[in-house]
């Protein structure tokens, strides 16, 4: 099919996207969760049989220990700032939750047997956000959060900027994402309050449902315009990753 045909048909899909569930982006009440970023660069030779294992030790530490109510993680999709090969995502309740985490001796023995051994660099980012108050939603479960594309971005915005145009500037993205609910079924965003560059001030993060959606989204005029008037002139330093997010199957672990 020629390049003609694809434009209007992903065009199409965005006004599909934007008018089609209106009535669900009426978010109602919301709950503060306490959101974590690890970005992962995993040494060149790294074979299959070390991923899956590095992988599987980090997913099943939401079953070896408490506070964790959601993860997903997964390969990098395509080249970066930092060249970090993989990220996991997690979701806690309250901060007090995630500093037990970091202290967890499973958690700290997966890091030292899984992980470091494969990898000769990591990031760690936390933030608070806002989230539906609903069990789906909270939890991230449901047939919506089995599959699609897990979008991060980090920013690193100018201190000037602070406490005003740089809320602007998420709020309007928050809310370009609640326009396209048939291509979004997350987003989050906060200021970040732990990070092991402190470069970076704020966290967005974007589940997409599918590759497709992903690329929509990202190619539309509505992104590409918001980007470049109001995250451009104040953004200092950018890191945007994706992965793809599927079922685990029974062999993990």
Request: charged share 25%; glycine share 6%; hydrophobic share 40%.
């Amino acid at each position: 099919m020629n390049s003609c045909y694809w434009q209007m048909r992903n065009r199409r899909l965005i006004v599909l996207a934007s008018e089609g569930q209106k009535s669900n982006t009426d978010m109602g009440r919301k709950r503060k969760v306490v959101e974590h970023i690890c970005l992962l660069t995993a040494k060149e030779n790294l074979s299959d049989e070390e991923e899956k294992d590095m992988l599987d030790f980090l997913y099943t530490t939401q079953y070896q220990m408490g506070g964790i109510i959601a993860i997903s993680l997964g390969r990098i999709s395509r080249r970066n700032l930092g060249n970090y090969t993989h990220a996991v995502f997690m979701r806690f309740q309250r901060k007090e939750d995630l500093s037990k985490f970091y202290k967890n001796p499973f958690y700290l023995g997966v890091l030292k047997d899984h992980v470091m051994p494969y990898c000769h660099g990591i990031i760690n980012v936390d933030y608070e956000s806002e989230v539906e108050d609903d069990i789906l939603p909270i939890f991230r479960k449901g047939e919506d959060f089995n599959y699609g594309v897990e979008f991060m971005l980090l920013l690193g915005f100018s201190e000037s900027s602070l406490g005003g145009s740089a809320e602007d500037a998420l709020a309007s993205f928050a809310k370009l994402a609640m326009d396209f609910p048939s291509l979004i079924v997350q987003a989050t965003q906060g200021p970040i309050f732990n990070v092991s560059d402190n470069e970076y001030t704020h966290v967005a993060v974007i589940r997409f449902r599918s590759s497709q959606a992903f690329q929509i989204f990202m190619g539309s005029s509505e992104y590409k315009d918001l980007w470049s008037s109001k995250f451009e002139p104040i953004a200092q330093k950018i890191l945007s990753v994706n992965y793809s997010v599927d079922p685990v199957g029974t062999e993990v672990m």
